[in-house]
């Protein structure tokens, strides 16, 4: 994750260096990675579906940095020559959307400075400038203000509109907006409108596989492999019950979080307690049934 | 001469006393005006002679001349007469007893038929004992007499008076204290459990006369304590010993009752029956256990109490000493088989534990329920106690007590789950047979097997076999295997529970030398798979057999194994096997050392499976193995029929296969996995046309066994034939108020919720036609709702632009040296529309009441209940009736419906529309037309069309049955509109159909709890007459009420408006 609250107005940050320096792991599920890359390379942006903990963010985090090593031909088709690229990476500028986030947050504001106004750009602003990839993670708890900016830049316009300068700004060749969205647990109120949806392509995440998973965990925690299959084989068991009981299945990053804790020398069942049990719900039949679930596949 | 017999006996009169004159004065015109001369005559001289009875009798008759008037009043003339001689008699005795007879008769008669006026006084005599002091407890008596009369029948009087002669025997002062008390004591009473009560009173003066009146003060509040049923049942127990054993009647009256005050009211009747049970036995057990009762149910329950019970009552028959020590809970036996039955797990407890463990393990929906379900059902399942699925649930014996902990009895439900869980994991049921096994070359398909017409792959798989039921059970025995290997396995945690289990059933096999032989193979398949046999003892000439038997058996115990894997090995052990004669050896066995196992394949060929054993007389006929408790009824060929069909239901619109009634009726047959073995030849036709008929109607319907949830909807819907969304039918119980006892009534009403039957859309189209200015108007309204809902917020830290006087101010403060304020912005702050609201319409029968006045509606019969033919056919007649265009309130309310849906569909409240009617508490129908949380489509229109009038205005349970679910939406606002057309009414709704208050007060009280869970209720009505009623029921709550009921569309608008902003 890259770290960077929204309300960082106040502070000097450069939102638009943030540059992923180092491989993050990230294991292809099927085709996505390919499907992305054509999508930058098209500059069409992408949607990211799927329940949390499923790795869009890593996946974000992963392409940016895929598509800023040198090896990876990125044609600039803008007149502009992107700065971002030469310095060795793509930025990423990740938001995530809360429900007072307006467009205002996403574009800048004016401050005060001494008798004088200044204005400072937002997040989006400095992504659409930079050149960057900017990860607006789900979309839809932001208010509905924030669809005048997302729409103008994600069709063939590429632009961002700023009303209070009376400006527009072209977006760079560089610059890819990716939205995330779980349908889960979004309320029928707060679904994406058609409007919106319909300027992305959607890449649609699932769980892994308990191949692909366990593969996930023991790399991410470095645990045993036969661990990390019955960790796996724990993960595919929870996902049974949603909707009975859970209202969403245990997340590949919790299934991390006890094999880290494992690792570390805590008991697999009690690490899978507190990592998975009590971090799932709050019932306690229901937990009491994932107890079971443990100790039936933990000795 | 009436002048001169009057005056004389005025005269007369006078002589006696003035006051006795002045009273018959008084009272002479009204009998003259009853009565005849004679009558008169004998009337006033009946009041002579009873003034002249005795020295004081002047008293008794001033009270007969007073009373007069009134007994006239009540009495007949003859009656009239035996009365006043009655009192003349008792003047005799005691003109004090007299006065207070005529004094009390005129409040008394009305409760008194007149003929028994003699025995009246006659129990007021019981009291007199020629003292003063009784004859002041027989004045008390009588002067209390029509407060008695009115709670008790004369026969209970008469009981009374002797429990109060007893009591005046030790004390008058105690007699007449319980006479004062009884005007509070007997309302307290029910009048059936009075007679009980008097009974026992009688018997504690003989035995405990001390706490006679203790006991009789406080008859209400312990009999309050107990369930209403058991009452008259616990006063006879308490009669039954003090006849027997004076000393505990005491400590029962009023330890007992507190006791099962403590208790819930439901078991009472149980711990009585439990306590009846003991008391012959010994009537100190009996009290002992009672008072332990408390105990007892809170630590094992009631059935577990039940349990201990029994016990205790064996204890106590052989020895009663030790017995009572049972039942006091001294004895270590007693201990021992409470703590035994206090770690025994009931299915009920754990069952959704383990339904979720099941649904985890296999991911599949599956419901556990209790054995005996299954066993209703009548498709083939006959066992209670063993474990068993059939494809979709899992059925469980309904509790475990086989170890000492809790754990341990846990684990065992756990390991059985686990092993049906296993089963539908690892593809016991999905058997292909078209599908190449992995280890065994495929005989299957060179033995051929019929083609795919059978209905299932399993069933063409056994039809392979002459003898199905030794394949079956061998196919059994190895699939167990196969399936316990790969559970063992695969949950490394379980494995260690899972092998004890698995050695204690190995423990209860039977011993090999007492079986015949192919019986003992098979044992050995079933020991194997329950453990790697190292040794096993077997007849010296056949280990070369058991070995090739072992070899085949130990291999599908595999990863690699699959279900059709178990099959090949069924076919070569079937092949083995039948060679074998089912005959008892009784020497020649010998230990064979398993550990080594050659690899060799055995030599088994395909032709030799058609050669049958030859059928030697010595031959036994052969038996099924003893099944594996924890593994129970494994019968794939049923499940796997049963999946198939309700697959094919499921899908209604592919034709339908192969599956014919014959095919299906020959599967039933020949399966070796139902046992009509003990039936009857007759019989047999008629019970597979009943397995049949079971087995469709379990795979059409939903296994769904959720204990709120009934049944009967779902079937009248099949019957009709109405093509509807099978409506899931749910109910609820909810409590009513009852404002005479100030008290609720729990779980008084049952709300059944179902969706609404569908109709067409036209009504909803047409109204949006028909009103479509109105309609516009509306929406238009509605629509400037929402710009009033952004507010500009100022001064702020951080906004969407400066707040220019904001700006200003702080470049004065800081130009005046003042720490200027950093909040310059400002902000639109969306208040977000935040509402949830319900609309709750009144279906009942009056809403079909005429709008205008045109013409009264003809007489439609307006009951269907609930039969949706009649009521199809009354809709009929109803359309054929609109032709005539009469409005009804019922349509207004539709309309209006129509109308704001329009409206909120603009605004995007979340909305739900429910209509209600009823048919006395235990019918309150709820239709949803939408729900809360559904979208607004065409089945929303289609269910308004159908809306109709039914039967009653039940409105309490309908409030509450909205408000719960109101409170279960997140929202800011939440809004309860009730449409009705007038006052709440039902069948039981008050204590007659005239009586308004008892329903008006529910109402009320259902509102306040809606207002209490921050939900606005608001109440509007189409009632002309509605005013004075909502105004008692809304006294604080909203209401409106519609005149010109044309209004109610946009007056519901306008009151919608007002209330969401």
Redesign the interface.
């Known amino acids: 994750m890259s770290g960077e609250g929204v ?1 960082t ?1 106040y502070r000097e940050y450069m939102i638009e260096e943030y540059i992923v320096r180092e491989e993050p792991f990230y294991l292809p599920l099927s085709d996505e990675v390919e499907v992305f890359e054509a999508a930058y390379a098209q500059k069409i942006p992408v949607l990211l579906k799927g329940p949390t903990g499923c790795g869009k963010t890593r996946f974000v985090e992963y392409m940016a940095y895929k598509l800023g090593r040198p090896l990876t031909t990125v044609k600039p088709r803008s007149k502009q020559s992107p700065s971002a690229p030469e310095r060795g990476g793509i930025p990423l500028v990740t938001v995530a959307c809360h429900e007072d986030l ?1 467009a ?1 947050d996403l574009v800048g ?2 401050l ?1 400075e001494g ?1 004088s ?1 200044k204005w400072v750009d937002g997040p989006l602003t400095r992504a659409v400038k930079a050149g960057a990839i900017c990860y607006l993670d789900e979309i839809v708890e932001a ?1 509905k203000d924030t669809t005048v900016l997302i729409h103008p830049l994600t069709d063939h316009r590429r632009i961002l509109p700023m009303e ?1 300068r009376g400006q527009i700004i072209e977006a760079s060749g560089n610059f890819l907006l990716v939205i995330s969205y779980n349908p889960g647990y979004q309320s ?2 707060k679904d994406l409108k058609h409007s919106t949806r319909q300027r992305f392509i959607a890449i649609e995440f699932g769980y892994p596989t308990r191949e692909a998973e366990k593969e996930i965990v023991e790399r991410e925690s470095e645990v045993a492999p036969e661990m990390a299959w ?1 960790l796996a ?1 724990l993960g595919e ?2 996902r ?2 949603k909707e ?2 859970l209202e969403e299945g245990v997340s590949t990053r919790l299934l991390i979080y006890a094999a880290k804790l494992i690792r570390d020398g805590i008991p697999p ?1 009690r690490a899978c307690q507190v990592a998975i049990v009590w971090a799932l719900s709050d019932d306690a ?2 937990q ?3 107890e ?8 | 001469m009436e002048y001169d017999s009057l005056s004389s006996l005025e005269a007369e009169l006078g002589q006696l006393s003035p006051a006795v004159l002045a009273q018959f004065q008084q009272a002479a015109p009204v009998a003259r005006e009853r009565l005849s001369p004679a009558e008169f005559q004998e009337w006033a001289g009946e009041g002579i002679a009873i003034a002249r009875s005795s020295l004081r009798a002047w008293e008794a008759a001033l009270e007969y001349f007073k009373a007069t008037p009134e007994a006239l009043e009540t009495l007949p003339y003859p009656h009239f007469l035996s009365w006043a001689q009655v009192g003349r008699e008792l003047s005799q005795e005691s003109s004090a007893l007299s006065s207070a007879y005529f004094r009390a008769s005129p409040r008394t008669l009305p409760f008194l038929p007149p003929l028994r006026i003699g025995d009246w006084v006659r129990i007021g005599r019981i009291l007199y004992q020629n003292t003063w002091r009784s004859s002041s407890l027989g004045c008390s008596f009588f002067e209390a007499s029509p407060k008695l009369l009115r709670y008790l029948k004369l026969d209970e009087v008469e009981q009374f008076v002797h429990f109060l002669r007893f009591m005046s025997e030790t004390s008058y002062h105690l007699a007449t204290e319980c006479l004062a008390l009884a005007e509070e004591v007997f309302p307290g009473i029910k009048r059936e459990d009075r007679a009980s009560f008097l009974d026992l009173a009688l018997v504690l003066t003989r035995i405990a006369r001390r706490d006679a009146k203790t006991y009789f003060a406080s008859g209400p509040k312990i009999l309050s304590r107990i369930e209403q049923r058991e009452r008259n049942r616990f006063l006879t127990l308490a009669g039954v010993i003090a006849a027997s054993d004076d000393s505990h009647v005491v400590s029962f009256l009023f330890d007992g009752s507190q006791v099962l005050g403590q208790l819930d009211e439901a078991h009472h009747g149980r711990l009585l029956n439990l306590f009846q049970e003991i008391l012959p036995i010994s009537c100190a057990a009996a009290i002992e256990f009672l008072n332990n009762s408390p105990t007892l149910v809170d630590k094992v329950g009631i059935s577990g109490t039940e349990c201990w019970l029994e016990e205790g009552k064996i204890v106590l028959q052989r020895n009663e000493e030790a017995g009572e020590a049972y039942f006091r809970l001294e004895s270590s036996k007693s201990a021992q088989f409470l703590e035994r039955l206090s770690s025994r797990v009931e299915l009920e407890q754990v069952k ?6 099941s ?5 599949r ?1 599956s419901h556990i329920l209790c054995t005996e379900n299954l066993k209703d059902k009548g498709i083939g399942w006959t066992s209670v106690e063993k474990p068993s699925t059939e494809g979709t649930g899992l059925y469980l014996p309904p509790f475990v007590q086989k170890y000492d902990t809790k754990g341990q009895n846990f684990s065992w439900y ?1 390991v059985i789950v ?1 092993h049906q869980a296993g089963h539908l994991e690892f593809g016991s049921f999905d058997f292909c047979f078209d599908k190449e096994a992995g280890l065994f070359p495929n005989w299957r398909f060179e033995l051929g097997g019929g083609d795919g017409s059978s209905p299932t792959d399993l069933k063409r798989f056994f039809d392979l076999f002459p003898d199905r039921k030794l394949a079956a059970d061998i196919f059994t025995a190895v699939e167990d295997s196969r399936v316990d290997y790969r559970l063992k396995r ?7 529970t899972y092998e004890r289990i698995q050695q204690e059933a190995l423990a209860q096999r039977p011993a090999l030398p007492s079986l015949p032989l192919r019986r003992a193979f098979l044992e050995v398949l079933v020991q194997m798979s329950l453990d790697d046999l190292a040794e096993v003892s077997f007849p010296a000439d056949m280990e070369r057999h058991l070995r090739s038997a072992i070899h085949i058996g130990s291999k599908v115990k595999s990863v690699q194994a699959t279900v059709e894997d178990s099959a090949e090995a069924t076919i070569r052990l079937y092949i083995l096997l039948s060679a074998i004669p089912n005959e008892v050896r009784s020497e020649g066995w010998k230990n064979a050392d398993l550990s080594q196992l050659s690899q060799d394949e055995p030599e088994l060929s395909l032709d030799q499976f058609t050669q049958q054993g030859g059928a030697e007389s010595s031959e036994m006929p052969y038996e099924s193995p003893q099944e594996v408790e924890f593994r129970g009824d494994f019968k794939p060929e049923l499940v796997q029929l049963l999946m198939r069909l309700r697959k094919d239901y499921s899908q209604k619109d592919t034709p339908p296969s192969s599956l014919s009634p014959e095919a299906l009726k020959e599967l039933i047959e020949k399966s070796a996995e139902i046992e009509i073995g003990n039936i009857s030849e007759g019989d047999l036709l008629s019970s597979i046309s009943f397995y049949l008929s079971n087995l469709l109607d379990e795979a059409i319907k939903p296994v769904s066994l959720l204990p709120d949830q009934e049944r009967k909807g779902e079937q009248l819907e099949r019957e009709s034939d109405e093509k509807t969304l099978a409506p899931e039918e749910r109910a609820f119980l909810y409590d009513e108020w009852d404002f005479r006892a100030n008290d609720y009534k729990p779980k008084w009403c049952r709300v059944r919720e179902k969706a609404a039957t569908e109709g067409g859309t036209d009504f909803f189209d047409h109204t949006l036609k028909k009103h479509a200015r109105l309609a516009s108007g509306i929406k238009r309204q509605f629509e400037m709702l929402a710009p009033e809902l952004f507010r500009k917020v100022k001064r702020l830290h ?5 707040d220019l006087d904001a ?1 200003i101010e ?2 004065v403060e ?1 130009k005046a040296g003042i720490t200027p304020s950093e909040k ?2 400002w ?1 639109r702050n ?1 208040l977000e529309r935040d509402v949830a609201v319900v609309f709750l319409l009144d279906m009942s029968a009056s809403t079909s009441e005429a709008v205008e006045e045109a013409e009264p509606l003809p007489d439609l019969p307006v009951q269907y209940y609930g039969d949706p033919r009649r009521y199809a056919s009354w809709l009929k007649a109803q359309h054929e009736l609109g032709s005539k265009k009469l409005r009804q309130i019922i349509d207004v309310e539709k309309e209006s419906l129509v109308l704001l849906i329009g409206a909120l569909e603009t605004v ?1 409240d ?1 909305y739900g529309i429910y209509v209600f009617s009823s048919c006395g508490r235990d019918n309150v129908e709820f239709f949803v037309i939408k729900d809360i ?1 559904e ?1 607004f489509s065409e089945v929303v229109k289609r269910r308004i069309d159908r809306v109709a009038p039914l039967h009653g205005t039940r409105m309490g349970p309908a409030i509450r049955h909205v408000t719960s679910k109101l409170e279960a939406e997140e929202a800011r606002t939440k809004i309860l509109i009730l449409i009705s057309d007038g006052r709440p009414q039902d069948q039981g709704y008050g204590k007659d159909s005239m009586e308004k208050d008892y329903a008006i007060h529910d109402t009320k009280m259902a509102l306040l709890e809606a207002k209490r869970k921050d939900i606005i209720p608001f109440c509007l009505t189409v009632d002309q007459a509605g005013q004075d009623y909502l105004k008692k029921m809304c006294h604080d709550i909203g209401y409106e009420v519609v005149w010109n009921i044309e209004s109610l569309p946009k007056r519901l608008a306008n009151l919608y408006r007002r209330l969401t902003v």
């Open positions: 309300r107005v307006s205002t504001r004016y005060l008798d106004t208010r209070k029928a109120l019955e084989k068991k929870v049974n019950l009975h009981g069942r039949e229901v009491r049934s994932l079971e679930v443990v100790a039936t596949i933990f000795e | 959704e534990v383990l339904r979720m463990y649904k985890a393990l296999t991911g929906n756990k686990t695969e949950y490394a945690g379980i494995r260690v951080d906004g969407d632009d400066f700006v702080r470049m800081k310059v912005y902000r969306k995007g979340r949380r979208a």
